[in-house]
């Protein structure tokens, strides 16, 4: 019979934690990431989220200088905290800073 190349499921519910999870693993991800913050800036309450070089996989158009942001480069993702139609409209409205950019605005 020919071998299959599919990967195997995992035995257990969807969702549930496996025995082996590197928890430890998650947290120093987190701490290199860096945390959640909120900064106000000209009176507006923004969450920013800053993203490692590790986990900067696609090129945004830094809405500061108007130059992109490669892959690779450490920046920072920052949408309004106060977002008038609710977390998930101001979460998909986000935009991506070069650091000093952020820094300047």
Sequence with gaps: MP?????RRRSGRRGERHEGHDDEADGLA???DGWRRTEVRRGVE?????????????????PG???DI???VAH??????????????ALADRRHWHNHCWRIA
């Design 3 to 7: 071998r299959s190349n599919r990967p």
């Design 30 to 32: 987190r701490l290199r």
């Design 46 to 62: 923004w969450t920013v989220q800053p993203i490692s070089r590790e986990r900067a996989a696609k090129t945004y158009r830094c």
């Design 65 to 67: 200088c108007g130059n």
């Design 70 to 72: 490669e892959p690779g």
């Design 76 to 89: 920072v993702a920052a949408w309004r905290a106060d977002g008038i139609l609710g977390d998930a409209s």
